[in-house]
């Protein structure tokens, strides 16, 4: 099956920075989502973008699949950043690989 | 919308015990998920539905796990009987269809005890 691996696997940033995780998947895909769980364990979809760049205020994603890469950008993090990014794919089956995830510590 | 709607939030039951979740998918939405967190083994897929018919199952941990959604607005996942091992967080997601984006749930955690 098709192998997800994030990096880095932690992240400790001061308020106001900007970051970039990555994601590498080892097949080609259909589906891939950016998620962000909270520290009260909520799922959030921040994006499904299978290939091509999105925005959405401070965050950014970028997918190239022929690469089999996907970036998230952050830019001027707030503490509410913080938690878990993960990047999830999916190939011909509908079904979604999650990554490990990148823990993110935002400090005031 | 209210979103996918799960319950219970928390479950504490006996090893041995029959423990039942639910989850109410986004009306419209054709395709449920429900997915298992743990530490050790991260976020897992268990199963997922399409317009109500079971099309993957093959992360469904043993016979003790079974899933059903006998219509478009409502799914259950039972454990029976129930394990120490079982303990987890459980959610359910619901997309439009298998390539678009999923909402997630709450989540059910489940402690066995």
């Known amino acids: 099956g098709i192998q997800v691996e994030q990096s880095p696997p932690d992240l400790i940033l001061q308020e106001g920075a900007n970051s970039t995780l990555r994601c590498n998947f080892s097949d080609s895909v259909n589906n891939l989502q950016w998620f962000h769980q909270n520290p009260w364990g909520q799922l959030i979809n921040l994006f499904y973008?299978?290939?091509g760049t999105k925005q959405n205020g401070r965050l950014s994603a970028t997918t190239v699949a022929t690469e089999r890469y996907s970036l998230l950008y952050i830019s001027s993090s707030q503490t509410t950043d913080s938690g878990v990014y993960f990047c999830a794919v999916g190939g011909n089956t509908g079904k979604l690989i999650f990554g490990q995830g990148t823990t993110l510590q935002v400090k005031p | 919308d209210a979103g996918v709607i799960q319950s219970p939030r928390h479950e504490v039951t006996e090893m041995g015990q029959e423990v039942t979740l639910r989850c109410k998918p986004i009306?419209?939405?054709?395709?449920l998920f429900w997915y298992r967190q743990t530490m050790m083994r991260g976020l897992e897929l268990l199963i997922y539905?399409?317009?109500?018919?079971?099309?993957?199952d093959s992360g469904m941990p043993e016979d003790r796990f079974s899933a059903k959604m006998p219509n478009a607005s409502f799914s259950t996942l039972k454990i029976q009987p129930s394990e120490p091992r079982d303990s987890a967080v459980y959610f359910c997601a619901s997309s439009l269809a298998e390539y678009y984006g999923y909402t997630f749930g709450s989540g059910t955690r489940l402690t066995v005890v």
């Open positions: 539905f399409n317009n109500n018919v079971p099309i993957d």
């Open positions: 973008i299978p290939s």
């Open positions: 009306s419209g939405h054709n395709s």
